[in-house]
């Protein structure tokens, strides 16, 4: 009883803070949004330490920036730069199926309107106006909604069932390389792979910046890396727990520049053959992707234009790809001749 009695204000006061901080801050309401808000400060701080004990312990390093102060401008703007870069990717879209079938239904819909119709609904009184609006809103929502069906049974075979191509999450027909997030709770255009750190799907929309993204933090790493080395170099004379702090440091930089540099080169891996990480390790379970052989690349257009397109190319339904037919699965199965390689075939 006595101890219920202390802790009692203890945890009236707790709940305050909660609430006042609910009010102030309505995101922190949600685990997810807290749990992603998380991840974000200890990215930051994570590279704030790393950073901060170089400049606290290295003494050379603060006289090379009076001497070179273009040195350490050069890497506190490539310090800024990746953590700008990897805002700008988190709070990017990936590419949500939801909004481009929404843009497609308001486009489509521009065209569809009748002058007639809007003079009809004008003339009549306000009772059969709200009613006449109301009938033509829903239809243009079926009509939108069955011209998006239409378009997306365009880019699959002949005799695809409109029933495989529904999410039974989302009640939304799926273009080709679409799936269904249960992170995001939303289907992603050309899903690639749900961001843990980035606390968003990775899809045609953010893709690019994802890839700047782990180049700029492995550039980033790499320099640091040298950076602690030649550090430990010239002071590890010096007290003997700044080094063992240095030590553990940079073991840690080498593990995180491994990881990273690995990363880049599989993402540049899968943007050469124009792949995404789901197609890649799910490709025998992905049903558009069963009957095509292991080392062929469906949705490649040659390297170049693979680049082009993902680097130039914006985002939008233009860029939604159909299904090879089997004849074009017939000339990518082809091998190369001489002349081939002259016509730059794989480019």
Known sequence: MPTDGVCAPIAELRDRALDRCSLCFPCLDDPARRSSLALKVALVALHLVYAGFLFLFDEE???????????????????????????????SSPGYVLDAMETYNEANTLFTRSPTASKHTASSKNGSLMGTVDNSHSGRNSLGRSSWSKMVLEFYPPGTSMRVLTCSYCNIEQPPRAKHCHDCDKCVLQFDHHCVWL???????????????IFEETALCLWTGILYITYLKTSISGAWWKDLIMILLLI???????????LLLFHSYLVLTNQTTYELVRRRRIQYLRGIPEGLFPFSKGVCRNLYRFCCARSSINNMERLPTALELEEKLRPYTCLDVLTCRCC
């Open 61 to 91: 390093l603060i006289e090379k920036t009076r001497r070179e102060p273009w040195y350490i401008a050069l890497y506190l703007l490539l310090f800024v730069a990746a953590l700008v870069q990897y805002f700008i990717t988190a709070g």
């Open 199 to 213: 606390g968003t799907c990775i899809g045609q929309g953010n893709h690019c910046r994802f890839w700047w993204y």
């Open 252 to 262: 840690s930089l080498v593990i995180l520049f491994i990881f990273l540099l690995l």
